[in-house]
């Protein structure tokens, strides 16, 4: 994996992942955890799929070198629903919150529900990014952050994993670790997922060897604030917004997209230069004769304006509908309002069509 330093040699329920480019809450999504965390299974799995390493060899199982152990860890990516599910439930419970955890409860020494899972049970999501919603008066605008250099993001998780009464199959789920956001991003969001910024914050994060918390841990869950590797934010089509929609243009600059900004510009451009305009002939002087014939005309044309103009009628109300003007004869604009109604009830009435209102979403692997 780019940037990680990471082989990941087996893929477990890889079957049950779809790419997409909107991934929502209680979706399908992968994640990098330990191959001997929990077992259940897993390599066993009927779902498990081999994947050539970076050296293009097959192995069971890929490995990373943790930070506390002298060989490599075998570790697997597995597809996990996002929003966890605790291993000491026996239904679902609709009312928790748990698609993120705040890193600020996992640092104390409380007996919450992440208190049994923090040191023994952590994963990194990998996406390509993930959306984020700006408010600006009444509305609210998508944006994408993901890695400048274009590379796959990995997020700090908690899984888990549990047979629910009434099922046979285990259920496997995650949880996004988040903390306050970096100073580039406080306008956008107050809080932002803890990003995994390189191998050794990777390497830190999948080491559950201790079995707890430690300070380096809650190190990592700083605001992101790696040189080295800088973030990129913009924003994004609102079709995002509505679960289900899908597009590859939902991970492009709103302004680059074929009806953005940059486009607009761009057909301004192509546009050819306008005709010049001729040159006016030189105004001649004005008689006294020339000026009382202009009054006069003047005189005239107001009288006549006065007569034709619409009389007040309540009982008749005329709308203005911009798509008729079409079928109008030039001179409408000055036919009285009776006219205009004697021949509206010879045209059949035009019915406008409905408006359609429009209607978190990470972004995962991209289709290919």
């Not at 020494?109 to 996406?127: F, H, L, N, Q, Y």
């Not at 009776?338 to 692997?365: E, G, H, L, M, Y």
Request: hydrophobic share 35%; charged share 25%.
């Amino acid at each position: 994996m780019h940037g990680y330093n990471v082989q990941v040699g087996e893929w477990v329920g890889r079957d049950q992942f779809v790419p997409r480019y909107n991934v929502a809450p209680r979706s399908q999504a992968p994640v990098i955890r330990r191959a001997d965390e929990a077992g259940q299974g897993a390599a066993s799995s009927s779902s498990a799929r081999r994947m050539p390493s970076l050296e293009g060899k097959e192995t069971d199982a890929g490995a990373v070198a943790t930070a506390g152990e002298t060989e490599p860890v075998q570790v697997v990516m597995q597809t996990m629903r996002w929003g966890l599910v605790p291993h000491f439930s026996k239904h679902e419970d609709g009312s928790l919150k748990t698609i993120n955890a705040r890193c600020e409860a996992l640092m104390g020494e409380g007996r919450g529900m992440w208190a049994s899972i923090k040191g023994k049970k952590r994963c990194a999501v990998v996406c390509q990014g993930y959306y984020e919603w700006v408010k600006k008066g009444k509305e609210r605008l998508p944006h994408l952050t993901k890695a400048k250099e274009d590379r796959l993001m990995l997020l700090a998780g908690l899984w888990d994993c549990v047979t629910l009464e009434g099922s046979t199959e285990p259920l496997w789920t995650f949880a996004i670790v988040t903390t306050e956001a970096s100073k580039e991003l406080r306008w956008l969001h107050e809080r932002q997922p803890v990003i995994l910024a390189d191998d050794h914050a990777l390497s830190v994060w999948l080491d559950t060897s201790g079995g707890r918390w430690t300070g380096e841990l809650s190190r990592l869950c700083a605001p992101y604030s790696s040189a080295e590797h800088p973030l990129l934010c913009y924003a994004v089509p609102k079709e995002v917004g509505k679960i289900g929609n899908d597009s590859p243009t939902f991970v492009q600059p709103i302004a680059a997209r074929k009806d953005g900004i940059e486009a607009m510009f761009a057909k301004q451009l192509r546009k050819e230069p306008s005709t010049p305009s001729r040159p006016s002939a030189p105004k001649r002087s004005r008689s006294p004769s020339d000026v009382q014939q202009t009054v006069a005309a003047a005189s005239k044309k107001a009288k006549a304006e006065k007569l034709n103009t619409w009389e007040d009628d309540s009982e008749i109300e005329y709308v203005h509908d911009p798509r008729t003007d079409s079928d109008l004869p030039s001179s409408s604009a000055s036919t009285p309002k009776r006219a205009r109604q004697s021949r509206a009830k010879n045209q059949k009435p035009k019915v406008a069509d409905p408006q359609t209102s429009s209607a978190k979403i990470t972004s995962f692997f991209p289709k290919k």
